[in-house]
């Protein structure tokens, strides 16, 4: 294990979840434990950890949970076992009237939510976030299945000293997302997606992940799906854009270890924070 003054071990868990839900939780296990015996305190996993096919469909209806349904009861036992934190994305079970309305247009299923969660030892999920940007791009279209998350004030916790906020996949593409989580106090964000493969694809992942951490000055803990959907390469990025951790192809877990002192020491050198002149509000 690492000692303090090494800093809080966060770690990235890479793997590529598929419509077998049991065998999602046991890899989910797998690789929480594989973390915490690398000394990490907080393990981020991909997007739709819950359950996924390549494409949207009726059974993603189907497999929508409740945030108290098995898949976050799991996590959260899970997280009380290792004493840890974990944050992973889920489908989650929406029935709202927009839903409904939406639906008799459509003459499908129900939308679901594409949500990340975040759970604490003995406490369950102490935040949650549900993608503000939907992938309608690259000859995709998730709003057809997925509804977007409201605009509502970032959730955060904290670990170890050190403020945690949720983001997903897409909404690296929009700046203004990470910026008002790092507003509302966040040193690190987590970043669960499937980012999906194709030309170019892993440079922009490198490149906006990297971007976001340089631009606000925090630590950004990203995990992607791994190949033969994702495009892999799940990555911590420090205060300063150095890549801590990375993981290529495989199906692993990468740990770094991060601190509030390395935030302070990049903001004294880069105090951009401090010198902007504009503020983000909705459109």
């Given at each position: 294990?690492?000692?303090?003054?090494?800093?809080?071990?966060?770690?990235?868990?890479?793997?590529?979840?598929?419509?077998?839900?049991?065998?999602?939780?046991?890899?989910?296990?797998?690789?929480?434990?594989?973390?915490?015996?690398?000394?990490?305190?907080?393990?981020?996993?991909?997007?739709?950890?819950?359950?996924?096919?390549?494409e949207?469909?009726?059974?993603w209806?189907?497999?929508?949970?409740?945030?108290?349904?098995?898949?976050?009861?799991?996590?959260?036992?899970?997280?009380?076992?290792?004493?840890?934190?974990?944050?992973?994305?889920?489908?989650?079970?929406?029935?709202?009237d927009?839903?409904?309305?939406?639906?008799?247009d459509?003459g499908?299923?129900?939308?679901v939510?594409?949500?990340?969660?975040?759970l604490?030892?003995?406490?369950?999920?102490?935040?949650?976030?549900?993608?503000?940007?939907?992938?309608?791009?690259?000859?995709?279209?998730?709003?057809?299945?997925?509804?977007?998350?409201?605009?509502?004030?970032?959730?955060?916790?904290?670990?170890?000293?050190?403020?945690?906020?949720?983001?997903?996949?897409?909404?690296?593409?929009?700046?203004?997302?990470?910026?008002?989580?790092?507003?509302?106090?966040?040193?690190?964000v987590?970043?669960?997606?499937?980012?999906?493969?194709?030309?170019?694809?892993?440079?922009?992942?490198?490149?906006?992940?990297?971007?976001?951490?340089?631009?606000?000055?925090?630590?950004?803990?990203?995990?992607?799906q791994?190949?033969?959907?994702?495009?892999?390469?799940?990555?911590?990025?420090?205060?300063?854009?150095?890549?801590?951790?990375?993981?290529?192809?495989?199906?692993?877990?990468?740990?770094?270890?991060?601190?509030?002192?390395?935030?302070?020491?990049?903001?004294?050198?880069?105090?951009?924070?401090?010198?902007?002149?504009?503020?983000?509000?909705?459109?």
């Amino acid at each position: 294990m690492q000692s303090t003054t090494e800093g809080f071990g966060v770690a990235v868990a890479q793997f590529a979840p598929n419509d077998d839900v049991a065998r999602n939780r046991s890899e989910l296990t797998r690789l929480a434990e594989l973390a915490v015996a690398r000394g990490a305190r907080l393990v981020v996993f991909p997007e739709y950890s819950s359950y996924f096919t390549p494409e949207p469909g009726e059974d993603w209806s189907t497999a929508a949970e409740p945030l108290d349904g098995a898949f976050a009861t799991h996590l959260s036992a899970l997280a009380d076992r290792l004493g840890v934190h974990l944050v992973a994305g889920m489908i989650e079970r929406r029935d709202s009237d927009r839903d409904r309305g939406h639906d008799r247009d459509r003459g499908s299923g129900r939308r679901v939510a594409n949500t990340v969660v975040a759970l604490a030892p003995g406490a369950g999920i102490v935040a949650r976030y549900r993608k503000l940007h939907l992938y309608d791009a690259f000859g995709q279209q998730e709003s057809a299945w997925v509804e977007p998350g409201a605009i509502e004030p970032p959730e955060t916790f904290e670990a170890g000293g050190i403020r945690f906020g949720l983001q997903t996949c897409y909404d690296a593409r929009f700046p203004e997302v990470t910026r008002r989580i790092v507003d509302a106090g966040a040193d690190v964000v987590c970043m669960p997606a499937e980012w999906v493969r194709g030309p170019l694809k892993e440079a922009h992942w490198r490149v906006l992940t990297t971007a976001r951490a340089l631009e606000n000055t925090v630590y950004v803990a990203a995990a992607d799906q791994a190949p033969p959907m994702g495009a892999g390469n799940s990555m911590i990025v420090d205060p300063m854009g150095v890549e801590l951790a990375t993981i290529g192809e495989a199906t692993d877990v990468a740990v770094a270890w991060i601190s509030k002192e390395r935030i302070d020491a990049v903001r004294r050198v880069n105090p951009a924070l401090a010198l902007r002149r504009f503020d983000v509000i909705p459109r």
